[in-house]
């Protein structure tokens, strides 16, 4: 039986670094959910993560590193945007898209020569990362196209004791995944919004940024259908939540309802409503999957406004709403 380690024990967190240095994967916990951990230096152990999460080997892995001094050493150009993104998110939920620096294999990269990096805001992460001393490549621990995990009990529930060791350091307090910013050429862009809002990161660099819908590079988060529970999700207009509750029961399915702010009274199966974006992105993972547990056929998604965590969220819940293979 794989175990699931006490919070944040010194002793729970040299032996998740031992398990890197051999070659091993670790679950670990994040500000924005758990990663699925190898060495970024040893190909073999990052190509496990790709067998373990069914991923395209094509689709990059992000790198995590243990603070942004430690940036020269992974990535070969770094310009004044970079650094000043690093220096006003990190720790946080914002990840650089660089140029490669040589130490990180293309099996990380999916053949790009660009890296995705970022200094994660957990103090298990960071401990971890402290005492491994390289960097770590890991993606969300969930499977390929799922729900991403924000408690260690969903990585447990996802891999059972195909991932032995987890770390547990609890709920994760942001919920959504780190916001990439590609400052690997000459404009910025926003490939995946995440944690850091669009604001933050366009009042940093002294312009608005703009989110892409579609980019060159490949980001399995860009997918038609990602973030995806079993039930079918659909975005629906609050004014319009009775109504579909109302015909989705006459056809015998149940209904479940998410949704931030004031929601009209509905007579779903299940309801979950948020005060802020904020609480709704923390808990929109566990949600998802709560309401599988429920046996919900239909989840009965209402967007928040594309403003501030609101951007991240209705990107999850447009993807999780996505056609399916
Ligand atoms: O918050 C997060 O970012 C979490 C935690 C564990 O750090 N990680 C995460 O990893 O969300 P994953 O693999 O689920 O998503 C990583 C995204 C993918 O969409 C991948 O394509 C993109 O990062 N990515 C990684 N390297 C890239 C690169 N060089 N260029 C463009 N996109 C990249
Ligand atoms: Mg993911």
Avoid at 211 to 223: K, M
Avoid at 241 to 258: I, K, P, S, Y
Avoid at 297 to 308: E, M, T
Wanted: charged fraction near 20%.
């Amino acid at each position: 039986m794989g175990s699931v380690d006490e919070i944040g024990s010194s002793e729970a967190i040299d032996r998740a670094a031992s398990i890197l240095r051999g070659g091993g994967l670790v679950a670990f916990p994040t500000e924005t959910v758990y990663g699925l951990g190898a060495d970024a230096e040893n190909p073999s152990a990052v190509s496990q993560i790709f067998e373990l999460k069914r991923r395209p080997t094509s689709h990059p892995l992000i790198v995590h590193i243990a603070a942004a001094s430690q940036l020269e050493a992974w990535t070969s150009a770094i310009d004044e945007r970079a650094l000043r993104l690093a220096r006003g998110c990190w720790p946080g939920p914002l990840t650089l898209v660089l140029p490669r620096g040589p130490r990180i294999p293309h099996a990380v990269t999916g053949g790009l020569e660009t890296v995705g990096l970022r200094v994660p805001a957990h103090p298990v992460a960071l401990a971890l990362l402290r005492a491994f001393g390289g960097a770590v490549a890991a993606p969300s621990a969930n499977r390929f196209g799922r729900v991403s995990a924000t408690t260690a009990s969903h990585v447990r529930a996802e891999f059972g004791d195909l991932v032995p060791t987890i770390l547990d350091g609890g709920p994760a307090e942001v919920g959504v995944e780190s916001t990439i910013v590609d400052v690997s050429g000459p404009t910025i862009a926003i490939l995946r919004p995440g944690g850091v809002t669009r604001e933050q990161v366009s009042a940093i660099v002294g312009h608005d940024v703009p989110v892409l819908e579609r980019s060159e590079v490949r980001v399995p988060g860009q997918l038609a259908s990602h973030y995806a529970p079993r039930a079918q999700v659909v975005l629906t207009a609050k004014r319009d939540l009775a109504e579909r509750v109302a015909q989705l029961h006459e056809d015998g399915r149940r209904v479940a309802v998410l949704a931030v702010g004031e929601v009209p009274p509905v007579d779903a199966d299940v309801v979950f409503t948020a005060k802020t974006t904020a609480e709704l992105a923390q808990r929109l993972y566990a949600v998802l999957r709560d309401f599988d547990s429920a046996r919900c056929d239909v989840i009965l998604a209402s967007a928040p406004d594309p403003a501030g965590l609101g951007l991240a969220i209705g990107d999850r819940l447009k993807r999780a709403a996505g056609p399916r293979e």
